[in-house]
């Protein structure tokens, strides 16, 4: 399966995406990762039927000049499906 990691509608290059989930007697299917291309798409294979979620988490520094209470912003998403 092809997932596409967008942040504000742009592709995100280099991306780490994390699958994983629960087969339907409710083992665990093992996390693995992948990364995106240039064009933000990961391709990530589905070895076993059950419920699947896949997520990404971007976290971006905040320049030190905001003078913000915050040092990162994090941006992320998470598809789930079975």
Known sequence: ?????????MPVADQVV????LTPD????AERAVRTNADG???VSLSTSG???V??????RIAAGAKDSVNYES???TLTFA
């Open 1 to 9: 399966m092809q997932v596409r990691a967008l942040v504000n509608g």
């Open 55 to 60: 997520k990404f988490i971007r976290m971006r």
């Open 26 to 29: 409710g083992s665990r299917i």
């Open 41 to 43: 798409v990961a391709a």
């Open 18 to 21: 994390l699958a994983g989930g």
């Open 51 to 53: 419920s699947w979620y």
């Open 75 to 77: 941006e992320w998403a």
